[in-house]
């Protein structure tokens, strides 16, 4: 069985000076497929100092050779392309197709950030135009420094490569710190990193947990920045650590966003919109449309499409073919679903699709797609975050009650809306409270865009222009023309 107790610092694998290890799972086999050391403050010491020694070189190498090393880390996933599904699909539970959804993006990611590190070049010592005649001033912009990077679970390499791309585009030197629960794909970056002559100290990986390797990391003062994706619990922790020195900070957070069917859409394909915003990925999304406001008037025939769906989802192996559902990426994570699953059953909730309708497969973490129909404004299931294949129903009568309901709720990281009238979706989309609002459409991400969300759902945006820019400091030259 494999053994994770090397950290790759300074381009060398060397042995954590962690005391003890933690399980990798797979998780529809529920068997220990790895080991992981939970890292220690000595590891986080010696990847931040070598961070460090590397930052003035890699500063210095200019947007276009950073760029080129972008491109090979793409080539490196994309070799690597079949058996990192198949790694990430093990060791997440995630079907196969959606684990090459997730790698492509990754490679999208690093390709894009390569682009932009080849613009930044060309926007370095541009000039300001004044109202003072005989003064110059010129705008640069400098990598933050040496940043830690922390990652969750459900998407492990999409949220590295969404920081990992654009800090290193930036000319920032980084220590990545993978979760402990899906640790194995991201391993492949420092192998990749190996093996393309990325400069020593420029990308350091640490395994471990939140004790070993986590607060460590957020404390660190040879941190400049801190970009977290994670829990909102995790994420102020990670803050205040960050606050204590002054450090930057990046959250990307929880959410609990809203679907809107619209009176005038099509239920038949509202219900395609619905269910991947909701079942993909075992429901395990931070822009889970989990509250599905739907219009009084396709309230029942969504609801069937909605069923007849959910009962045709096919539940098993994420490796085999004709899989839509593989199990939760932890028991941990299974059993806070079913937590939510029993506080429904106090509630009282009018389930239309349970457990209690299907065949759950022998093994694995599996939660059964769920579906609450009518659900109470008060319902802990309504408003808090579940992580996981549970959908909650609520009808709306009008346009104002819809965009009133979707904007209430301490979050807003995505919204659905679904209307006939695509005028009218964009322009409904136009009220929301939200980062990123899909209209008339399943929850395409594109690195162009961008990402991250309003209220709890975290500080800042990954992604785009705005993912580089929060990795560089703006800094002005001025005084009389030379
Ligand atoms: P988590 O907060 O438990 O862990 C996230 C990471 O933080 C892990 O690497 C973990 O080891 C580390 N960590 C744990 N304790 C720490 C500490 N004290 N200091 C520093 N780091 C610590 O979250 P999770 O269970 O891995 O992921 C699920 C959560 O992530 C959900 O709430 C979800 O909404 C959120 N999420 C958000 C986005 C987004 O883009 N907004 C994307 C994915 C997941």
Not at 116 to 139: N, S
Not at 379 to 384: A, D, P
Not at 418 to 438: C, K, M, Q
Request: with cysteine.
């Amino acid at each position: 069985m494999q053994r994770l107790d090397q950290q790759f610092i300074d381009n060398q694998w060397v042995r954590s000076r962690g005391n003890h290890y933690l399980p990798v799972m797979n998780p529809y086999h529920e068997e220990m497929i790895a080991e992981v050391t939970a890292g220690a403050t000595e590891d986080v010491q010696a990847a931040v100092s070598a961070a460090r020694r590397a930052l003035p070189a890699w500063r210095s190498l200019g947007g276009a050779r950073r760029a080129s090393y972008l491109d090979h880390l793409a080539d490196g996933l994309t070799r690597r392309r079949e058996a990192l599904i198949r790694l990430s699909s093990t060791n997440n539970g995630k079907v196969l197709s959606e684990a090459a959804i997730d790698l492509d993006d990754a490679i999208a990611c690093y390709r894009y950030y390569a682009d932009q590190a080849r613009r930044l070049e060309a926007r370095q010592g541009v000039a300001i135009t004044t109202e003072m005649t005989g003064i110059e001033a010129r705008c640069y912009q400098d990598p933050v420094g040496v940043v830690g990077l922390i990652t969750p679970w459900n998407f492990p390499l999409v949220t590295s490569a969404w920081k990992v791309a654009p800090a290193l585009a930036a000319g920032c030197t980084v220590v990545l710190k993978p979760s402990e629960v899906t640790p194995l794909p991201e391993q492949a970056l420092a192998e990749i990193a190996l093996e393309i002559g990325l400069p020593a100290g420029v990308f350091n990986l640490l395994n471990g947990d939140g004790d070993g390797i986590g607060a460590p990391l957020s404390r660190h003062p040879g941190i400049d920045k801190i970009s977290f994706t994670g829990s909102n619990r995790v994420g102020e922790a990670v803050m205040t650590a960050a606050a204590e020195r002054t450090a930057g900070v990046s959250l990307e957070l929880g959410g609990k966003s809203p679907i809107l069917v619209m009176e005038d859409a099509d239920p038949d394909q509202a219900a395609e919109w619905v269910m991947a915003g909701i079942y993909f990925n075992a429901g395990q999304l931070c822009s889970a449309t989990s509250r599905l406001l739907v219009h009084e008037a396709v309230a029942a025939p969504l609801y069937a499409a909605l069923e007849a769906r959910i009962d045709a989802l096919v539940l098993g192996d994420p490796l085999a073919a004709g899989t839509d559902m593989g199990p939760l990426a932890s028991a941990r994570q299974r059993d806070a679903v079913n937590r939510y699953l029993a506080v429904a059953e106090q509630e009282g909730l009018d389930v239309a699709r349970d457990a209690r309708h299907r065949q759950l497969p022998q093994r694995g973490y599996f939660v059964a797609p769920t579906l609450y129909r009518d659900v109470p404004l008060t319902s802990r299931l309504w408003k808090e975050e579940i992580f996981g294949p549970v959908l909650c129903g609520h009808s709306i009568e009008s346009e104002q009650e819809a965009i009133a309901l979707a904007n209430d709720s301490d979050f807003g990281l995505a919204a659905t809306v679904i209307s006939g009238d695509g005028a009218r979706a964009r322009r409904i989309g136009r009220e929301l409270r939200a980062g990123t609002i899909w209209v008339n459409s399943e929850q395409l991400v594109l690195p162009e865009t961008s990402w991250g969300g309003f209220g709890r759902s975290g500080i800042g945006r990954e992604l785009g222009p705005w993912g580089l820019a929060s990795y560089l400091e703006v800094k002005h030259v001025i005084g009389p023309a030379a």
